[in-house]
């Protein structure tokens, strides 16, 4: 396997993995912010209104079919944290070239596309599309809600929320149901224009791929060449303050097995 790193502007990437090990390529891109309590809950409906549509790719259904004209490719997106940072992830696999009947350049075409559901999404009259905003909130709220159902992961989070009490890294990651009903099309689509403008943006390339041919492809790409640099210096993360006594917190549910999580802080270093 060999790595490189590529920078492509100031603060945007790009992050070539050459393997031989599978069949597929993965195409990911990454947009890291500051993880705020403010902007947390719209950043995750960010994510999520992404992958309803494009301005080339306007439904889910178009989105489908472009993907089985790429031989069953697949797409996803995701919310994570890491350390005091919020992460938007988007992701698209597809087979490699050596392995179709006949040359494609189906790695650009997956560039391509990924690239447009992410740097130009579906935008009506200046703002996202109000039924996409309106039906992705509900399905956050949802999410946020049935977080309870999983209770080993229920405590852990819960454990993090009172460790990093007004932290950053207590803040939970899809954000929170009394903030959604207040975010609107054109709030909403104002943070993606913000987010645009300042994330830390990583592209990821893996598989057979030779690293001359994808940043061939990457300073070709419209979408990409019209990102500005930007200062990335909120890459660091606060630290929480020593506690001479254990801190117990203790919640009762009727259920028939108990959920126990200890967490500790040791030598100035996070146990994570």
Do not use: W
């Not at 945007?12 to 050459?18: A, K, M, R």
């Not at 009172?162 to 939970?172: H, I, R, S, V």
């Not at 009903?181 to 993606?192: M, P, R």
């Not at 959920?259 to 030598?267: C, W």
Request: hydrophobic content about 35%; glycine content about 4%.
């Amino acid at each position: 396997m060999d790595y490189q790193k590529n920078q492509i502007k100031e603060g945007i990437n790009l992050h070539v993995i050459q393997t031989n090990k599978f069949k597929t390529n993965l195409i990911s891109i990454f947009l890291t912010l500051p993880l705020t309590r403010e902007n947390v809950t719209k950043e995750a409906l960010v994510s999520a209104v992404l992958r309803r549509g494009s301005m080339k790719y306007p439904t889910i259904e178009e989105i489908s079919i472009a993907l089985e004209e790429m031989y069953g490719a697949s797409f996803d997106c995701g919310i994570e944290k890491m350390g005091d940072n919020h992460i938007l992830k988007f992701y698209l696999e597809t087979i490699n070239e050596e392995f179709l009947p006949q040359k494609e350049e189906i790695l650009k075409s997956a560039i391509d596309m990924l690239s447009d559901i992410v740097f130009h999404p579906l935008v009506q009259n200046g703002v996202f599309k109000e039924e996409y905003v309106k039906m992705e909130k509900e399905n956050l709220k949802q999410i946020i809600e049935r977080k309870i159902d999983n209770k080993a992961r229920y405590a852990l989070d819960r454990c993090i929320e009172e460790m990093y009490q007004n932290k950053p890294y207590g803040l939970y990651k899809y954000g929170y149901v009394e903030d959604i009903e207040a975010i609107d099309e054109k709030e909403l689509y104002n943070t993606y224009q913000q987010i645009l403008q300042t994330a830390k943006i990583d592209i990821f390339v893996s598989g057979k791929v030779e690293n001359k041919d994808v940043q061939n492809i990457i300073y070709e790409n419209e979408s990409i060449k019209g990102l500005k640099e930007r200062k990335i210096d909120f890459m660091k993360n606060e630290t929480i303050e020593n506690q001479e006594k254990p801190k117990e917190i203790m919640e009762s549910m009727n259920i028939t097995q108990g959920k126990l999580v200890m967490r500790f802080e040791y030598k100035g270093r996070k146990s994570r």
